[in-house]
Nanobody, 125 residues
């Protein structure tokens, strides 16, 4: 089993930046592909970014491409999400997920077995 804890959320003005972190403990972190998802009130959880288990492959939702960057440090058991040029529509609770079903990971939340508790990101206009 893997335990995930997100941090780094907060309130930021439009155009600003935040860096989220997701610290993992338990099983070998490098055996898991990781993903960031977000959920706004009244909406389904949506894919934001994913990274393969060794960090070679990254992929993004079209809505964040060019603004967000996912990375991982397997030595620190941590995955990051650097968010630049934030927009009010980025406001949501952000969750990290872990999966062993695919080395690349997935953009579907149903493919992830472990989740953190989430961290709130609020972007004011």
């Amino acid at each position: 089993q893997v335990q995930l804890v997100e941090s780094g959320g907060g309130l930021v003005q439009a155009g600003g930046s935040l860096r989220l972190a997701c610290a993992a403990s338990g099983r070998t972190f490098s055996n898991y592909a990781m993903g960031w998802f977000r959920q706004a009130p009244g909406k389904d959880r949506e894919f934001v970014a994913g990274i393969s288990w060794r960090g070679v492959s990254t992929y993004y939702a079209d809505s964040v491409k060019g603004r967000f960057t996912i990375s991982r440090d397997n030595g620190k058991n941590t995955v990051y999400l650097q968010m630049n040029s934030l927009k009010p529509e980025d406001t949501a609770v952000y969750y990290c997920g872990a999966t062993q079903r695919s080395k690349r990971g997935s953009d579907s939340p149903t493919d992830y077995d472990y989740w953190g508790q989430g961290t709130q990101v609020t972007v004011s206009s």
